[in-house]
């Protein structure tokens, strides 16, 4: 089925989801606006770089594609295709936004009294990557995503929490506040190759069971979950190339290589800082020092 098959199926309203469109323009517009004209109504705000914008606008991008592009339609039939949406949300897209926020910006528009020590508790390491990794196993048990497909409340609840659990799993690595920068390259290393076996189980169970586990993709979904309505929806309404157990398999695959992917690059740029360090010469500056 192609875009233009999607459109005419489910609506431009369901397939492209305009008012995530519209808020991704706004995201963008204060971003650039707040480190570009208005920088300078910042005390301590100094210019942001090429390759920090860069990163916030791929990270903007991969939100939309994410929640509001048609891979959330195709996501509702293909289980497959819902690991994917769930490894950009979750893996890269909180990876880029951080990458390409200023310090100064976080500073002066949330680091306030009572947010800045809630922060660093829920960013300590322990507490971040066991918060991430358990609740992303959690939603993924067959009884709790077959309720939030056909819930769209819970659905967007569930994205929510996930999504403010990654941004903090991926602080004591990428921190744009140095304050709460704690970890030192070999620590980062270790943090990183941690996140990967916790969340290899639940990778493995998806990939290696012997039965379809999730209800939805065999029997097909009942309710197309957008970020900002739903609407009913039958498995009449897309072809599904794939029988649910070979798609949940390639799932499964999918997140693993993506976390891998994701997971390997972040590695080998901590250990070319931490390298460039023990031979003292200076690192590009993408991960804040």
């Excluded at 190759?193 to 189980?201: D, E, M, S, Y």
Aim: hydrophobic share 50%; net charge positive; charged share 10%.
């Amino acid at each position: 089925m192609n875009l233009i098959d999607l459109t005419e199926t489910f609506g431009f309203r369901a397939t492209w989801n305009p008012e995530l469109i519209l808020l991704t323009a706004l995201i963008g517009l204060a971003y650039f606006s707040l480190t570009g004209p208005l920088r300078r109504t910042f005390p301590e705000a100094k210019p942001v770089t090429l390759t920090q914008k860069l990163s916030f606008s791929i990270g903007l991008l991969l939100f939309y594609f994410g929640m509001g592009s048609p891979l959330n339609v195709a996501g509702h039939f293909l289980f497959s295709a819902h690991m994917l949406q769930q490894s950009i949300l979750y893996l890269m897209m909180p990876l880029l936004l951080l990458a390409g926020t200023p310090s100064w910006l976080i500073r002066s528009l949330f680091y306030r009294k009572g947010l800045k020590r809630l922060l660093r508790v829920a960013s300590h390491p322990i507490t971040a990557i066991l918060l991430f990794n358990a609740l992303f196993s959690f939603y993924h048990m067959p009884v709790m995503l077959d309720m939030a497909m056909n819930n769209l409340a819970m659905h967007n609840l569930i994205h929510l929490v996930l999504l403010v659990t990654a941004i903090l799993m991926w602080l004591p690595v990428i921190a744009p506040i140095p304050e709460i920068h704690r970890l030192s390259e070999l620590q980062k290393l270790a943090y990183i190759f941690a996140n990967g076996v916790l969340i290899t189980p639940a990778c493995a169970l998806i990939i290696f069971s012997e039965t379809a586990l999730y209800s939805t993709y065999v029997n097909g979904p009942s309710m197309l979950c957008a970020p900002f309505f739903s609407a009913p929806i039958d498995k009449s309404m897309f072809a599904v190339p794939l029988v649910p157990l070979e798609d949940q398999r390639l799932g499964g695959i999918i997140m693993k290589l993506l976390q891998e992917l994701t997971y390997g690059s972040v590695l080998a740029y901590v250990f070319a800082v931490w390298y460039r360090k023990e031979k003292n010469q200076p690192d590009d500056g993408l991960i804040p020092q």
